[in-house]
């Protein structure tokens, strides 16, 4: 009887740790739950996917920076403009997606993202009604850069002279953010109707959308779900001149596919940018208890073309780059010599933050980053950060301009930021628990098969103890007198 329960233990120790061998090796319960996922992250009507993608539940804010000008005048002569940042000035940002309609059986799904703001004060130093910013006159800027050179630019010098208008100006944050009437744009709306006589850097940008978005449902392949294939009817840009600088890649960056890992890249489009851009693993982390890996702008996406030929299709027009870690947007901002970067020049050439007293690039407040749960693909923290610049120079033509010097000149910059929220951190957090514990089942077995090994071994030497031990009889003489 002792026998067949050492071999029974035996065997069963031996089972258990052939059967949890096998299980890691094939990955069985991780593959399960791999396809649980899968399967979850589809945008069907009436799932949680695609309520928590309809309408994001984390809140969202946008921080707004100012750079004020404290010596013009100076400028004017040729001296490196001297700058102050003011702010930030925060809004609370709603974006629903609304007229959303299912296409192509539910592979595809076409949604607008319209997006409103309304003041935080808690939140913010200053208010944007009453603080008052001297910075680049953008209107007068881009209208010197049109006329010059033209039969219409005798007669924008005339309108500057008349209103007194100059390379700098004085306005309230609250204007420059959402518009005001220019006398200027006003004038030359009269002449050409296509020029908006309001100027604000997000002039009627506050309730409205951006355009139609076609995004891919994940259906047919988890690695789509909420891709972009079409923006504004199209499945391409036209502003720039080569066909991959077109390309309209990666999803809105508000999600991403599940089961990410660190060795890919993320690709994700923006219409402020007015390109795709891409993402690489930074760090490992987390956020409210759940495991993230960072993903950061890669160097390469905005380097010079000496380090990245292909940047060369983003030089409009060819081959006029400004140089590593600025975006001539010109093309796409109605002739505006508006030109994107990182806050303070962040990770820019030198030259940039050098020729602009008052740049002061840190990592920690001027990087874009996403805080990516790499099992869900779901957006636990992420901060898109972007400068508005004004490119100015001298015009022998235009007085206004002075003896200035050629300058990428910094606006604003802003700071787009969402954190989960609690009850989206615990629920996800639950989640991952259940996950956890099925992946590992194959441990609890190895566990229960070390313990039956355990006893396997304690009884053996057992019996091989009390074997040893001789009896009276056995230890007697094998002859006796």
Not at 159 to 167: A, F, G, K, P
Not at 198 to 218: A, P, R
Request: with cysteine; glycine share 6%.
């Amino acid at each position: 009887m002792k026998s067949l329960c050492l071999v029974t233990v035996g065997v069963l120790a031996m089972t258990l740790l052939i059967a949890s061998i096998s299980l890691l090796v094939a990955h069985v319960f991780q593959t399960v739950v791999d396809l649980q996922v899968k399967q979850g992250t589809v945008l069907k009507n009436g799932t949680e996917t695609f309520e928590a993608w309809e309408d994001p539940p984390p809140p969202v804010y946008m921080q707004f920076y100012f750079f004020n000008v404290t010596n013009p005048l100076e400028v004017l002569q040729g001296a490196s403009p001297l700058v102050e940042e003011r702010g930030p000035y925060t809004y609370r940002e709603y974006r629903p997606r609304v007229h959303i309609q299912f296409l192509d059986n539910g592979t595809k799904v076409s949604a607008l993202n319209p997006k409103t703001y309304v003041f935080e004060p808690e939140k913010s130093v200053g208010d944007p009604e009453v603080d008052l910013i001297r910075t680049i006159n953008i209107p007068a800027v881009t209208a010197m850069e049109w006329t010059r050179s033209t039969p219409l630019q005798f007669a924008t010098e005339v309108l500057l002279l008349l209103y007194q208008e100059s390379v700098f100006t004085v306005r309230s944050v609250h204007q420059l953010l959402w518009g005001y009437k220019d006398r200027l744009l006003s004038t030359i709306h009269v002449l050409h109707p296509e020029i908006d006589p309001v100027f604000g850097l997000f002039s009627k940008m506050n309730g409205t959308d951006d355009g139609e978005y076609v995004f891919l449902s994940g259906e047919t392949n988890y690695l789509n779900f909420s891709r972009i294939v079409e923006w504004k009817g199209k499945e391409s840009l036209n502003w720039w001149t080569t066909e991959a600088c077109n390309m309209i890649n990666g999803t809105d960056g508000t999600s991403f596919h599940p089961l990410i890992s660190k060795d890919e890249k993320i690709y994700i489009f923006s219409s402020d940018f007015c390109r795709s851009l891409f993402l690489v693993y930074d760090s490992s982390g987390a956020v409210a208890g759940v495991p993230t890996f960072r993903f950061v702008p890669s160097s390469m996406v905005f380097a010079n073309t000496s380090v990245n030929p292909a940047n060369a299709g983003f030089c409009v027009p060819a081959g006029n780059c400004p140089g590593t870690g600025v975006l001539n947007v010109s093309v796409c901002k109605q002739g505006a010599p508006i030109f994107l970067s990182a806050p303070h020049f962040y990770q820019a050439d030198p030259k940039f933050v050098e020729d602009i007293e008052g740049m002061h690039p840190r990592k920690e407040y001027h990087e874009t980053f996403l805080d990516i749960n790499p099992l869900t693909g779901l957006v636990m923290r992420a901060a898109k950060r972007m400068q508005v610049n004004v490119h100015v120079r001298k015009l022998p033509e235009f007085l206004e301009t002075g003896n200035i010097r050629t300058l990428i000149f910094p606006v604003m910059y802003l700071n787009e930021s969402v954190l989960i929220d609690e009850a989206s951190a615990s629920k996800l957090r639950h989640v991952l628990l259940e996950a956890s514990v099925l992946t590992g089942i194959p441990f609890v077995i190895m566990a229960l098969g070390i313990a039956f090994g355990v006893v396997f071994v304690v009884l053996v030497c057992r019996s091989r103890g009390i074997s040893e031990e001789s009896t009276e009889e056995e230890r007697s003489p094998l002859i006796r007198t």
